[in-house]
Each structure stands twice: as structure tokens, then as C-alpha cells.
């Protein structure tokens, strides 16, 4: 069972890198996210239906789907800025790094959960490795300040999005199915955004040139995220959310790789710190 949970997060992992590639490449980066959660809200919605049907769910269960929905909305909003204005190998080691530093520290103190030592060394590795891939620098022309500070706020903002959204569907879980909470995630990134995508103008363009990436994103978005909800079954969320965080390599690898972003010796090693975490919470923690 331990074998299948990491597989489950590891390819979740890269799903996400992929769709996020696809939502750096696109147009207009809240119609692709607008226009992705419509076909990830109706590929799903028989599934999530299904599985939803004949459950007896607690008030306290629906108030829980409610807020996990409004903080899923939130999180899309603050993408889809975050993407306009910054690199894919800059921005996405930022906000997926948040992560692996709060949610060991929720799932223990909240949670109940545990992590080893070994568990803990793990989490500080990853963080340390999305710390160098994030590329902190310093603007002498500006007083110091960050490079591209606005960005970097926007990134870690989303990260402590993904990060009370994790938390949160880990205890919505014991009401709702997976597939259900999942696709009602989408259906509410799809309301956060309508509004800015409606008023846009830009869908028709965006689905002209897009639509193959578009129609992909749509299934491979909530399909990963799945993937994730499926390992909480079997594994803490403690030991879990940071092993996702693999996806930062995938997210790295693509930006250089697919669209010629800077890359250098600290990303290797930073990658390499990053997988000797993975295998360390996997194994030890």
C-alpha cells in the first residue's frame, strides 16, 4: 500500500506540473483556467454524482465542502494572476514550496499526525530545495529589494492557498467521496473566475488556439489532484503533501526544457535535495 500511495502522489505530482505548463503557455491565463474547470466539471460530474448519491452526508460535512470549495476559488484567482506576471521555473517552486514547510506542521498539531525524524529531515530538504529553485535575488537598483517582488508575494500567497486547501479537504474527506469533492472544487473555480473570463473577450481567441491543451488541462487538472485525494486514503497528510511537492522538479524540468528558461548548477541541486526528501518521508516518515 505504501508503494501505491507514492506512486498515486508522485504521478499527481507531475499532472500538476503539466497543466500548470499549459496554463503558463496559454493567452489568457484566467479564460484557459475558466475554460479547463468547464470540461473538468462535466467529464467528472457523472462520476461525482454517482458516488455522492446514496451517502448520508452530516450538515458539518456540507459546511466543510462549502469553504473548501470558496478557498479552491481563491486559489485559481491567485494563479492565474501569479502566472501572468511571472516564469513558470521562477513562480511555481515558490508556491508549491509553502506547502511542505505548513501542512507537516498542521497535520501534527491539528491532525494528530506524526512524522519521525527522518520524516522531519525529508520535509526540510524539499523546503530547501524549492528554497534554491525559487532563485531569491536581490534588485541593487531598487534599495535590495526582492526581483520581481509582486510575483514573489503572489506565489506564496498561492502556496498558503494550496495549503489550507490540502488541510481542509484531508478532513472533508472523512464526508465526502474524492471524485465529489474534487469536481466540486472545479465548479467553484469556475465561478470564481466567470466573471473576469466572460468580461475578458478573449475565450474565442483562447479556444482557437488552445483548445487541444484546453480540452487535456481539463482532465489531467482534477485527474491529478484525484490521484492525491485517493493516497490521503492510505497515507497521513503529514508524510503526503509534501511528497507531492516532487512536482516542483517536473515544474522546473518543463519550464527550462519546454520554454528555455534560465537553468543552472543550483537547480540540479536543488532537484536532487528535493528527491532525497521524497524518498525519505516515503520511506522513513
Not at 468547464?38 to 467528472?44: G, P, T
Request: proline fraction near 3%.
Amino acid at each position: 500500500m505504501l508503494l501505491i500511495a507514492i506512486s498515486l502522489v508522485v504521478a499527481s505530482g507531475l499532472l500538476h506540473a503539466v497543466w500548470n505548463l499549459f496554463a503558463k503557455q496559454s493567452l489568457n491565463k484566467v479564460v484557459f483556467l475558466w475554460s479547463i474547470q468547464w470540461v473538468a466539471v462535466i467529464f467528472y460530474l457523472p462520476w461525482a454524482v454517482g458516488a455522492i448519491a446514496n451517502r448520508r452526508v452530516p450538515a458539518m460535512g456540507w459546511e466543510l465542502l462549502v469553504i473548501a470549495v470558496m478557498v479552491h476559488g481563491i486559489y485559481v484567482i491567485l494563479l492565474s494572476k501569479t502566472y501572468t506576471a511571472g516564469d513558470l521555473s521562477q513562480v511555481y517552486p515558490l508556491m508549491r514550496g509553502v506547502s511542505p514547510l505548513l501542512v507537516p506542521v498542521i497535520g501534527v498539531w491539528i491532525l494528530g499526525e506524526r512524522l519521525t525524524v527522518f520524516g522531519w529531515v525529508g520535509v526540510g530538504c524539499i523546503v530547501i530545495g524549492v528554497w534554491i529553485l525559487g532563485n531569491w535575488r536581490f534588485d541593487r537598483r531598487h534599495g535590495n529589494r526582492t526581483l520581481a517582488q509582486s510575483v514573489t508575494w503572489l506565489a506564496l500567497a498561492v502556496g498558503l492557498a494550496i495549503t489550507l486547501y490540502t488541510t481542509l479537504d484531508k478532513i472533508t474527506l472523512e464526508y465526502i467521496p474524492a471524485v465529489t469533492l474534487n469536481d466540486a472544487s472545479n465548479l467553484g473555480n469556475l465561478g470564481a473566475l466567470s466573471w473576469m473570463a466572460v468580461t475578458s473577450g478573449a475565450i474565442a481567441t483562447e479556444w482557437k488556439f488552445n483548445w487541444k491543451t484546453i480540452l487535456l488541462g481539463g482532465i489531467i487538472s482534477p485527474g491529478g489532484y484525484l490521484l492525491f485525494l485517493l493516497a490521503l486514503h492510505v497515507l497521513p497528510l503529514a508524510q503526503l503533501a509534501p511528497m507531492r511537492e516532487v512536482g516542483t522538479v517536473f515544474g522546473a524540468v518543463l519550464g527550462v526544457v519546454v520554454l528555455r528558461e534560465a537553468q543552472g548548477t543550483r537547480r540540479i541541486t536543488a532537484a536532487s535535495l528535493i528527491t532525497l526528501g521524497v524518498i525519505s518521508l516515503g520511506i522513513f516518515g
